[in-house]
């Protein structure tokens, strides 16, 4: 079963510039999640989809933040326009959707690691 | 409200000596909790995870973990530590239901193992 792929793996860009990420969840899975890990800190939930539907933004700072899944597979997140305090490890999650047991273990891509300089 | 707290930091082991990672939870029903381990630069990866069926639970390379109600812990161990679990380790406690289900976070623990 391939894993939860990301892309880009790396990037840098000077504040003020926008960048985008991307997720492809593993197949069938209904709920996708990003979070920002921080250096040193655990992961912080930016967002949660079910499906094509958001479930949870509220620690998406939505002024700068927005986020998408279009037909309820890929998801895009996007920073514009990003500050230096973004610099972290933009990791994107999915989980399937049976019991709860099963629909609570998170799967996660190996994030992207975004420099602002 | 649920929260999660791990004890330590850091931790510092010499390899093949047995590891303990600590972690106390708060939780107003029964939870589901769950240790991740993270590789230097590389993603999560879930350790093991406890539902409420039995109290042992047994994971990946060799970790355990128990539940004890009566104490809201939730403590990782593994008998014989090995320099590849050198890593940073989450708890990791679940609250809400439906689709409101949602995993809040440790601070993690750093696990250094000597050789």
């Known amino acids: 079963e391939a894993g939860v792929a990301q892309s880009p793996r790396y990037k840098i860009i000077e504040k003020r510039q926008s960048v985008a990420f991307w997720c492809n969840p593993i197949?069938?899975?209904?709920?996708l999640y990003w979070y920002q890990q921080i250096l040193g800190q655990g992961p912080k939930l930016l967002i949660q989809f079910q499906n094509n539907g958001v479930v949870d933004d509220s620690q998406l700072p939505k002024d700068r933040f927005s986020a998408e899944r279009l037909k309820g597979v890929d998801s895009t997140l996007k920073i514009q326009p990003a500050k230096l305090e973004d610099s972290a490890v933009y990791l994107c999650?999915?989980?399937?959707?049976f019991g709860e047991g099963i629909y609570d273990t998170q799967y996660f891509g190996p994030g992207t690691r975004l420099t602002v300089l | 409200a649920q929260s999660v707290t791990q004890l330590d930091s850091h931790v510092s082991v010499s390899e093949g000596t047995p590891v303990l990672l600590r972690c106390n939870y708060s939780s107003s029903y029964s939870p589901s909790l769950f240790w991740y381990v993270q590789h230097p630069n590389k993603g999560l990866q879930l350790l093991l995870k406890?539902?409420?069926?039995a109290t042992l639970v047994k994971g990946i390379n060799g970790f355990e973990a128990e539940f004890k109600k009566s104490e809201t812990s939730f403590h990782l161990t593994k008998p014989s530590a090995h320099m590849s679990d050198a890593a940073e380790y989450f708890c990791?406690?679940?609250?809400?239901?439906?689709?409101?289900?949602?995993?809040?976070w440790g601070l993690g623990t750093s696990l250094a193992v000597n050789p």
């Open positions: 990791v406690v679940s609250r809400g239901a439906g689709n409101n289900r949602k995993l809040i």
């Open positions: 406890y539902t409420s069926a």
């Open positions: 197949s069938g899975h209904a709920t």
């Open positions: 999650a999915s989980s399937p959707f």
